[in-house]
């Protein structure tokens, strides 16, 4: 008869709270510099010179059709071969940021060519220039409709850092891989992982669909909030 023993895995709570906050400030900070890097792709694809775009949609095909952990291994088992060593938290962060960019800047592109024309052209006939038409007229009402599609985004890449374990950086997958080497408690200790993943996914995406209308571009130049 199979005995499942959760209080040997729970008893190990100090370090799967580690874990769980690793992976929430490593997230937080690949989201905030992943999106920057996704609306600058987006305004290259949508507005910027024919040579850049084609350079920005050379990396988002590469990055969207290759493996997250290919990408992760590649910055940090290949770049050491090129001279550069970084550690598993840098690696992870840079491996995040990089994906999360490449896809977010899809998504805002389709919010960017989603404006009206006519309201571009109004702006620019109160003698605003590109760069304010970009920032007060199109990116806020862009974001606020693609805003749901971000959202999932950030956390499938917060959810994809679980394989950033693989190079021991310590988020929530290394902090179970971790207990249940020294309890042989696998079942038990995944099971756990698993729901304190979907409780960040729920409150991630709870927390992010409040913060965008309020705080992010609820907030923007010409919202209209």
Do not use: H
């Not at 088992?77 to 995040?96: C, H, K, N, Q, T």
């Amino acid at each position: 008869m199979i005995e499942l023993d959760f209080l040997a895995v729970l008893a190990e709570w100090p370090a799967l709270l580690r874990g769980a906050a690793f992976t929430l400030g490593l997230s937080a900070f690949a989201a905030v510099i992943g999106v920057a890097l996704g609306i600058a792709c987006g305004w290259v694809r949508a507005w910027g010179p024919k040579p850049l775009a084609w350079g920005v949609a050379t990396y988002v095909e590469l990055i969207r059709n290759t493996p997250f952990i290919v990408q992760l291994f590649f910055i940090f088992f290949g770049l050491p071969s090129l001279g550069l060593r970084l550690s598993p938290e840098v690696s992870s962060v840079i491996a995040m940021v990089v994906n999360l960019g490449a896809y977010a800047g899809e998504i805002v592109r389709a919010g960017i060519e989603g404006t009206p024309r006519g309201q571009i052209e109004a702006a620019r006939s109160l003698a605003l220039d590109e760069a304010q038409v970009f920032i007060r007229v199109v990116l806020p009402p862009s974001l606020g409709r693609v805003w749901p599609a971000l959202v999932s985004q950030i956390v499938i890449v917060m959810l994809g850092s679980a394989v950033c374990g693989q190079i021991s950086a310590q988020e929530l997958s290394y902090a179970a891989n971790l207990i249940q080497s020294r309890n042989f408690r696998a079942f038990e200790a995944y099971l756990i992982a698993a729901g304190i993943y979907l409780l960040l996914a729920i409150g991630v995406r709870q927390a992010l669909n409040w913060l965008g209308p309020r705080w992010i571009f609820g907030r923007m130049p010409g919202s209209g909030r």
